[in-house]
């Protein structure tokens, strides 16, 4: 009788990794159709969503706006 391998992901966190990846929650607002909403920057870069879109340093909302979203910390 074998037993089944089951792989654990286990996540292999170190402490730089910890450092490192540092999640901010920061207020966007649209300045084109004046959205205020919460997104959320893992390092600097915008976590996914489909609102909002990141090119370069700047995040843009999806209403089809080509003024960069203005960010606000929320903490
Ligand atoms: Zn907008």
Known sequence: MST?????????YTMADRFESKINEVMAFCPACKAFETVYLNNGKLNQNHKFTQFGNHIYHDCGSNTPCRL???T
């Open 4 to 12: 089944i391998g089951i792989e654990k992901q286990t996540p292999s």
């Open 72 to 74: 606000y910390m929320t």
